[in-house]
């Protein structure tokens, strides 16, 4: 009884779709791309964890997370654009065992990430981090953008927020140009400043927390809205 029921259903569905097909086409449409991607990702995923075996054998492992096209020497990028040494998408489990990795690094990554995410992200590095290994990254500093915007000086986010689309739309009063900076379109998902990045990694099981200054042996693309914090791993 209950599979005649299913049947009629989707038979139902069927039906709708067919005599609303050009409505239903524009409404799925972004949908369906979303899904096509969403596949994309899991089935390079597979493939680039089979890749990844081999850099087990790397001593020190160092990991450069969101990468991009960026390589440098004695590290391993990862990312899903760009040219990395792995196409991983990060939103799913690191493929390296526990306690196997030396040192993480990531340069204005995590904001591309949604909350859950970043937590996730955090946690699999605690993961797979060798006992005292470390973790450092940058992400752009909230904190003296909201507090130029609560005072209304709108000149000072004009001058640090250099790059708002031409065509004016984010570039009317502080808080477009605010929207524009933490956001992005749907590009930046998640906002940071020097207390949160801290206690996003005292959440995942770090210690020694803090926030650093700007190492060039380190990172590699000082910009003014950064904040860098780093801590170590110790199950102690």
Same mark, same amino acid.
């Given at each position: 009884?209950?599979?005649?029921?299913?049947?009629?259903?989707?038979l139902s569905?069927?039906q709708?779709?067919?005599l609303?097909?050009p409505?239903?086409?524009?409404?799925a =449409? /972004?949908? %369906?791309r @979303?899904i096509?991607?969403?596949? *994309?990702?899991y089935q390079?995923?597979r493939?680039?964890?089979?890749k990844?075996?081999?850099y087990?054998r790397?001593?020190?492992?160092?990991?450069?997370l969101g990468s991009g096209?960026?390589r440098?020497?004695?590290?391993v990028?990862?990312?899903?654009v760009?040219?990395p040494?792995?196409?991983l998408?990060l939103?799913?489990?690191l493929p390296f065992?526990d306690?196997?990795?030396?040192?993480?690094?990531s340069e204005h990554?995590?904001?591309?990430?949604?909350?859950s995410?970043?937590?996730?992200?955090l946690r699999?590095?605690?993961r797979?981090?060798?006992?005292g290994?470390?973790i450092?990254f940058?992400?752009p500093n909230? =904190? /003296?953008? %909201?507090? @130029?915007?609560?005072?209304?000086? *709108?000149?000072f986010?004009r001058?640090r927020v250099?790059?708002?689309p031409?065509d004016g739309?984010?570039d009317?009063?502080?808080?477009?140009?605010i929207?524009w900076?933490?956001?992005?379109e749907g590009d930046h998902?998640?906002?940071?400043?020097d207390?949160n990045?801290?206690?996003?990694?005292?959440?995942?099981?770090?210690?020694?927390?803090g926030?650093r200054?700007f190492?060039?042996?380190?990172?590699?693309?000082?910009?003014?809205?950064?904040?860098?914090?780093?801590?170590?791993k110790?199950?102690?």
């Open positions: 009884m209950n599979s005649l029921r299913r049947c009629r259903e989707c569905l069927l709708a779709i067919f609303y097909w409505e239903f086409r524009d409404l =449409r /972004p949908h %369906l @979303a096509r991607k969403e596949a *994309v990702l390079t995923y493939c680039n964890v089979k990844a075996r081999k087990l790397v001593c020190p492992l160092r990991l450069e096209s960026f440098r020497s004695g590290w990028g990862i990312d899903v760009g040219d040494e792995l196409e998408d939103r799913r489990p065992p306690n196997s990795v030396d040192e993480i690094h990554f995590l904001e591309h990430l949604c909350y995410e970043v937590t996730h992200v699999e590095c605690w797979v981090l060798k006992e290994g470390m450092s940058s992400v909230m =904190r /003296p953008y %909201l507090q @130029a915007y609560s005072v209304g000086d *709108v000149a986010l001058e250099y790059d708002t031409r739309r984010y009317r009063c502080g808080l477009d140009i929207n900076f933490a956001l992005r998902k998640f906002m940071f400043d207390e990045a801290v206690l996003r990694l005292r959440e995942a099981g770090f210690v020694g927390v926030v200054e190492d060039p042996e380190r990172d590699y693309n000082r910009r003014s809205s950064s904040v860098y914090v780093q801590g170590a110790s199950f102690r």
